[in-house]
């Protein structure tokens, strides 16, 4: 029996062992691969259909996401209202998401009634059709929505960095003007849609409580289509930044505060620095306790709230400072944040700060493997990175053991502010 007349052990994060639990693979007979992760106490299941169908492979600015926000919009034999009434019916949801490299179908639902909605995303990805009268209302919610979003500082400014950071042409740094909207058509669509859908690099994630025969329902559906294997590959694009690196903008000459970003070019994760890199970053901007919180939000008012953070890229990426400030404090918000890199180049992390760092962190991942889909979306990430399991556990290594001598040396080598591009807009 519990004596609760003394206090439980109170144990840091980092004393625990982590482990990830291993996801079960198996192939469609076209192929297409399926990692599994079979485990939570409830009837529910996720699955989600990856495509290498993002902005990384259309030819025109917008065919992928209007293509893939379409995909839900009416197939040759039912409205966009059946299909959605199908899903309700049966108590499913299923959403849709277009990335730079990547789209993605998702499908949550019960597990008792996978037989009943596999079907619909079956014709979703099969028999789409893209009518002019869809596509119409498409565009004519997104022109409004970024003529909305145009009016935000923030918006603009963390799509000029983009831009700035990689080259307007780059997947990663071009973005949609009203113009490149009013451009779609069906054709268009049709023909992105055969290319990366029906004749797609597809792979598969299925996570929840798993029916036993689980891989013959997804063999049904899926298993004979004209999908292929998912390959990691990516033609090389070329970057273009831009020369200049100091921008000042006004886009709303009553404006009373600005976006502020602060952003330079970072390898993605295979460098050997980008693990150790995620722990400087935590100390630096990563949370609420971090050094640019600390000194920009609590000690001097200039903003509700600034972080740093890697961008979440497949190529080449960037390390983001990004706050939204009073106008008048703008300039003296950037001269703190070049004052807390000058600190950490020339002065060492001390033993309490990098403790709570290493315990955040880790405490973190606890909270990301509390159930199938947290642990599922581990292993997604893993995989579309071309990563293996070792990779999580040398993360877990390098967060507790990683040396305050070894994070000035990398603030040494990145945290330096001349390579650094700053957008201020106003």
């Known amino acids: 029996m519990i004596d609760r007349s003394?206090?439980?052990?109170?144990?840091?994060?980092?004393?625990?062992?982590?482990?990830?639990?291993?996801?079960?693979?198996?192939?469609?007979?076209?192929?297409?691969?399926?990692?599994t992760i079979d485990a939570g106490a409830q009837?529910?299941?996720?699955?989600?259909?990856?495509?290498?169908?993002?902005?990384?492979?259309?030819?025109?600015?917008?065919?992928?996401?209007?293509?893939?926000?379409?995909?839900k919009n009416g197939t040759s034999t039912k409205s966009a209202f059946e299909i959605n009434e199908e899903f309700e019916y049966y108590g499913a949801y299923c959403n849709r998401s277009c990335y730079n490299e990547t789209a993605v179908v998702s499908l949550s639902s019960l597990s008792k009634q996978l037989p009943a909605v596999l079907?619909?995303?079956?014709?979703?990805?099969?028999?789409?059709?893209?009518?002019e009268a869809e596509l119409d209302i498409y565009k004519q919610n997104s022109k409004q929505r970024i003529k909305v979003n145009l009016q935000k500082c923030d918006f603009v400014a963390t799509r000029l960095t983009d831009a700035y950071l990689f080259g307007e042409a780059h997947p990663y740094g071009k973005y949609t003007n009203p113009e490149d909207l009013d451009a779609l058509n069906s054709d268009l669509l049709t023909n992105f849609f055969k290319q990366y859908y029906l004749n797609g690099q597809c792979v598969i994630f299925v996570s929840g409580k798993l029916p036993i025969n689980i891989e013959e329902q997804l063999n049904s559906a899926f298993g004979n289509l004209t999908l292929k294997p998912f390959n990691n590959q990516l033609e090389t694009t070329i970057q273009s930044p831009a020369a200049e690196?100091?921008?000042?903008?006004?886009?709303?000459?009553?404006?009373?505060?600005?976006?502020?970003?602060?952003?330079?070019?970072?390898?993605?994760?295979?460098h050997p620095d980008f693990m150790k890199v995620m722990v400087l970053n935590t100390v630096f901007g990563?949370?609420?306790?971090?050094?640019?919180?600390s000194n920009i939000r609590e000690d001097k008012g200039y903003t509700y709230g600034i972080h740093s953070y890697v961008q979440n890229h497949i190529h080449d990426s960037a390390w983001m400072?990004?706050?939204?400030?009073?106008?008048?404090?703008?300039?003296?918000?950037?001269?703190?944040?070049?004052?807390?890199?000058?600190?950490?180049?020339?002065?060492?992390?001390?033993?309490?700060?990098?403790?709570?760092?290493?315990?955040y962190l880790i405490g973190t991942i606890l909270g990301d493997l509390d159930g199938p889909f947290q642990i599922m979306g581990r292993w997604k990430n893993l995989v579309l990175n071309n990563l293996e399991g070792d990779y999580f556990y040398r993360s877990i290594e390098t967060i507790k053991s990683i040396s305050a001598d070894e994070l000035r040396e990398l603030s040494k080598k990145y945290l330096n502010p001349a390579d650094f591009y700053e957008i201020v807009v106003i």
């Open 6 to 35: 003394e206090s439980p052990v109170i144990k840091d994060a980092i004393e625990f062992n982590l482990q990830l639990k291993p996801y079960k693979k198996f192939t469609l007979d076209n192929g297409v691969p399926v990692y």
């Open 321 to 359: 400072i990004s706050t939204e400030a009073g106008k008048d404090v703008c300039e003296a918000t950037i001269e703190e944040v070049y004052k807390e890199m000058k600190l950490l180049r020339e002065d060492l992390v001390d033993d309490e700060e990098l403790l709570l760092v290493r315990n």
């Open 119 to 131: 079907p619909v995303v079956r014709d979703m990805i099969t028999d789409s059709v893209f009518s």
């Open 245 to 270: 690196k100091k921008y000042r903008i006004e886009n709303d000459v009553n404006g009373v505060q600005g976006a502020i970003r602060i952003a330079r070019p970072f390898p993605n994760r295979h």
């Open 43 to 71: 009837e529910v299941v996720q699955i989600e259909m990856v495509f290498y169908a993002g902005n990384w492979f259309e030819q025109q600015k917008s065919v992928a996401a209007a293509t893939n926000y379409l995909l």
């Open 286 to 293: 990563g949370f609420f306790g971090s050094r640019l919180m």
